[in-house]
């Protein structure tokens, strides 16, 4: 049987630049996942997950603690813990740390990234 559950702190993580790290969670390497994939992202404060786009993917996301600002197509969201956040393919966005503490969210990835597929 294929391994079912994935601990956090037992993937080391990529760290980034601007300062933030990225722990994939569930994916191919993981878990044997082709459908989706899984993680979280924990951004330094002050810190912000740069302006991007996914061309084939969805994303949802997931706030799990500090707070922080979505910024897409032209508006801004407040995010709290709670909020859940969904990016349809092709659209800008960007997150940023407004807070006094590590911004953490759970994403995932329909279809998952090619890179979560080796």
């Given at each position: 049987?294929?391994?079912?559950?994935?601990?956090?702190?037992?993937?080391?993580?990529?760290k980034r630049i601007p300062?933030?790290?990225?722990?994939?969670?569930?994916?191919?390497?993981?878990?044997?996942?082709?459908?989706?994939?899984?993680?979280?992202?924990?951004?330094?404060?002050?810190?912000?997950?740069?302006?991007?786009?996914?061309?084939?993917?969805?994303?949802?996301?997931?706030?799990?603690?500090?707070?922080?600002?979505?910024?897409?197509?032209?508006?801004?969201?407040?995010?709290?813990?709670?909020?859940?956040?969904?990016?349809?393919?092709?659209?800008?966005?960007?997150?940023?740390?407004?807070?006094?503490?590590?911004?953490?969210?759970?994403?995932?990835?329909?279809?998952?990234?090619?890179?979560?597929?080796?």
């Open positions: 049987m294929a391994k079912l559950i994935v601990k956090e702190s037992e993937i080391e993580g990529t300062p933030r790290v990225s722990k994939v969670l569930i994916c191919n390497k993981t878990v044997g996942a082709t459908k989706i994939s899984m993680g979280v992202n924990i951004t330094e404060v002050g810190s912000r997950i740069p302006l991007h786009s996914h061309e084939n993917q969805e994303e949802a996301m997931y706030v799990i603690s500090g707070k922080g600002k979505l910024i897409a197509d032209g508006e801004e969201y407040e995010l709290t813990p709670g909020t859940a956040i969904f990016s349809p393919v092709g659209v800008k966005h960007e997150i940023v740390n407004t807070g006094d503490e590590p911004f953490k969210i759970v994403w995932a990835y329909g279809p998952p990234l090619p890179e979560h597929l080796s």
